[in-house]
Nanobody
Framework: QVHLAESGGGSVQPGGSLRLSCAAS????????MGWFPQVPGKEREEVAT???????TYYSDSVKGRFTISQDKRNTIHLQMDSLEPEDTAVYYC????????????????WGQGAQVTVSP
């Protein structure tokens, strides 16, 4: 089992910044990638940023490239720095851990965090 504990999020005006963090504990050897999946009501979760904790390699969706940065400061703690936020970024952001191929594509999400609300509005 892997436990993911999220922190951060909140409300900000358009153009502002927020930061999310996710600490993984437990059997972390069972996963090779971690990332962030925002979800809005009525839609599925879709990854926007992925990192391989073992190598530091990162991938981003086109919608956040250049605005969001995923990073790690310890082997099993990742962050999502969100800059130039837009109202369309409003969502509950879930931290995920699972298995990915070598090109940043998720094969399976094995564990989810509890979710953190991010709200961007004037």
């Amino acid at each position: 089992q892997v436990h993911l504990a999220e922190s951060g999020g909140g409300s900000v005006q358009p153009g502002g910044s927020l930061r999310l963090s996710c600490a993984a504990s437990g059997d972390t050897y069972m996963v090779n990638c971690m990332g962030w999946f925002p979800q809005v009501p009525g839609k599925e979760r879709e990854e926007v940023a992925t990192i391989y904790p073992g190598t530091g390699v990162t991938y981003y969706s086109d919608s956040v490239k250049g605005r969001f940065t995923i990073s790690q400061d310890k082997r099993n703690t990742i962050h999502l720095q969100m800059d130039s936020l837009e109202p369309e970024d409003t969502a509950v952001y879930y931290c995920a851990a699972g298995l990915c191929d070598d090109a940043g594509t998720w094969s399976v999400v094995k564990y989810w965090g509890q979710g953190a609300q991010v709200t961007v509005s004037p």
